[in-house]
């Protein structure tokens, strides 16, 4: 079993940036964060390999938001930068002991944090 707690959210305006954190309880071979908004599904955002390092993005994020993980903490980030409005949700840190970390498909994840909300502020 993995406990997952994020933190970070908050409100931020266009062009902002904020970092999420995820501490975790342990280990799975792949993490991720997802996010998702009132009436859609659940999106893949960011995902790592434990293991091997390799990061993978969703098209809309990609060179805007990055994943890294402190081993040593067991914990998760991600940095978002220049952000958009259509960057408002709830994010949650998701885990998996599947490969490939590269589908980030919710149904995928076994374990998820309780999820942390950003908005835009004007």
């Known amino acids: 079993q993995v406990q997952l707690v994020e933190s970070g959210g908050g409100s931020v305006q266009t062009g902002g940036s904020l970092r999420l954190s995820c501490v975790a309880s342990g280990d799975r071979w792949c993490m991720a964060w997802f996010r998702q908004v009132p009436g859609r599904e659940r999106e893949g955002v960011a995902a790592?390999?434990?293991?091997?390092?390799?990061?993978y993005y969703a098209d809309s994020v990609k060179g805007r938001f990055t994943i890294t993980r402190d081993t040593a903490k067991n914990t998760l980030f991600l940095q978002m930068n220049s952000l958009k409005p259509e960057d408002a949700a709830v994010y949650y840190c998701?885990?998996?002991?599947?490969?490939?970390?590269?589908?980030?498909?919710?149904?995928?994840?076994?374990?998820w944090g309780q999820g942390t909300r950003v908005t835009e502020s004007s």
């Open positions: 790592i390999s434990t293991n091997f390092g390799s990061k």
């Open positions: 998701a885990a998996r002991s599947q490969y490939p970390c590269a589908r980030m498909m919710p149904t995928d994840y076994n374990y």
